[in-house]
């Protein structure tokens, strides 16, 4: 039972690029979660898809979009890359009508902007 | 939203020694759920409080949530080098407000 995939693990980008991050959910999981951690923070809930459509989003600029795909992948998209968007970007896979509220989190992928 | 600050953001002790980290709000919470970040890894989820002063151990570590459901706090018994890392509450269920986290330093 393969768990939450991300890709790639690390880049390097330079400001004003754009960068698209990948997620595989949880085999059996409809729900993929955005967050964004800073160095030495908790996560920061960007946005969450289901059923391929943006359901909620955080505190966070238009340059963060996203998308889900009928397998239930993802992909997150940021415009215009600042210096402040390096960070740990994890996905976060659940199920809908989980009772739990349990997030499975993929191990990330750490940007650094330049 | 919901917010959560936790205290201390860190912690450093003898192995063998008690550790706890709390976990406050000014506002009622939902729920309260924990997850461990071991370093270099990704959260991984601990366990969930829902209601008013619940309690809930697993093995050496043991979780309470206020009867006001205004804070949480985990404690851990006689911790070991394996229970390094940072841990972090968060209110919410699949979107979460987590907390800055409490990072362990267990010495041996």
């Given at each position: 039972?393969?768990?939450?995939?991300?890709?790639?693990?690390?880049?390097?980008?330079t400001?004003g690029?754009?960068?698209?991050?990948?997620?595989s959910?949880?085999?059996?999981?409809?729900t993929?979660?955005?967050?964004?951690?800073?160095l030495g923070?908790?996560?920061?809930?960007?946005?969450?898809?289901y059923e391929?459509?943006?359901?909620?989003?955080?505190?966070?600029p238009?340059?963060?979009?996203g998308h889900?795909?009928?397998?239930?992948?993802?992909?997150?998209?940021?415009?215009?890359?600042?210096?402040?968007?390096s960070?740990?970007?994890?996905?976060?896979s659940?199920?809908?009508?989980?009772?739990?509220?349990?997030?499975?989190?993929g191990?990330?992928?750490?940007?650094?902007?330049? | 939203?919901?917010?959560?600050?936790?205290?201390?953001?860190?912690q450093?002790?003898?192995?063998?020694?008690?550790?706890?980290?709390?976990?406050?709000?000014?506002?009622?919470?939902?729920?309260?759920?924990?997850?461990?970040?071991?370093?270099?890894?990704?959260?991984?989820?601990?366990?969930?409080?829902?209601?008013?002063?619940?309690?809930?151990?697993?093995?050496r570590?043991?979780?309470?949530?206020?009867?006001?459901?205004?804070n949480s706090?985990?404690?851990?018994t006689?911790?070991?080098?394996?229970?390094?890392?940072?841990?972090?509450?968060?209110?919410g269920?699949?979107?979460l407000?987590?907390?800055?986290g409490?990072?362990?330093?267990?010495?041996?």
């Amino acid at each position: 039972d393969a768990g939450v995939t991300q890709s790639p693990t690390h880049l390097i980008k330079t400001r004003g690029q754009q960068v698209t991050l990948r997620c595989s959910p949880k085999s059996g999981h409809d729900t993929v979660s955005w967050y964004q951690q800073a160095l030495g923070q908790g996560p920061q809930f960007i946005f969450q898809y289901y059923e391929e459509e943006e359901r909620q989003r955080g505190n966070f600029p238009d340059r963060f979009s996203g998308h889900q795909f009928p397998n239930y992948s993802s992909e997150l998209n940021v415009n215009a890359l600042l210096l402040g968007d390096s960070a740990l970007y994890l996905c976060a896979s659940s199920l809908v009508r989980t009772q739990t509220g349990e997030l499975f989190f993929g191990e990330g992928s750490r940007l650094t902007v330049l | 939203g919901q917010q959560v600050m936790q205290i201390p953001q860190y912690q450093h002790v003898q192995e063998g020694e008690d550790f706890t980290t709390y976990c406050n709000s000014s506002t009622t919470l939902s729920n309260i759920q924990w997850y461990k970040q071991r370093p270099g890894g990704h959260p991984v989820f601990l366990i969930q409080l829902v209601k008013s002063g619940e309690v809930k151990k697993q093995k050496r570590l043991t979780f309470q949530f206020g009867e006001a459901k205004k804070n949480s706090s985990l404690h851990i018994t006689a911790t070991q080098t394996t229970d390094v890392g940072t841990y972090f509450c968060a209110a919410g269920y699949s979107t979460l407000t987590f907390g800055k986290g409490t990072m362990l330093l267990v010495s041996p």
